[in-house]
């Protein structure tokens, strides 16, 4: 069976799961930029969705059931959200002043790894 057109067409939006909403939110909105999007329901638990473009970041304060200590240094190496960003340079300079660690990538491409405040690995590539 042959279709015309992909049977997925894009990703719509990603959960992570986050400690403390507020000091996510230092990261998300504050580092990266992104925008709160305020048309998010009483879930029943705290969080916040942020806007990218057509999609959206779900953070979850809820317990992680995953560990957060002894994960890759190098993000490339978990599992990881990739976001593009339009310049990597601002991004880096954002992450220098906040003391957050990162990691250029591997392969060349200008891009690179972080994590959150909550361990989840990040890379931003630069398109």
């Known amino acids: 069976m042959t279709q015309d ?10 959960s992570l799961i986050v400690a403390d909403t507020h000091k996510a939110l230092e990261f ?6 992104l925008e709160l999007d305020d048309s998010r329901p ?12 057509n999609g959206q ?5 809820l317990p ?3 560990p957060v200590d002894n994960r890759p240094e190098h993000g490339g190496r978990d599992r990881h959200l990739a976001l593009q960003v339009s310049d990597l340079t601002t991004i880096i300079q954002r992450l220098e002043k906040a003391n957050i660690e990162y990691s ?8 690179l790894f972080c994590r959150d405040f909550d361990g989840n690995a990040i890379e931003l590539v630069e398109k």
């Open 57 to 61: 970041i779900h953070l979850l304060e």
């Open 104 to 111: 250029k990538s591997k392969s060349g491409r200008a891009a």
């Open 42 to 53: 009483d879930l029943g638990y705290p969080g916040a969705w942020l806007r990218i473009t």
């Open 28 to 33: 998300y909105k504050g580092i990266l930029g």
């Open 5 to 14: 057109k992909p049977l997925v067409k894009a990703i719509d939006h990603c």
């Open 64 to 66: 992680n059931p995953d």
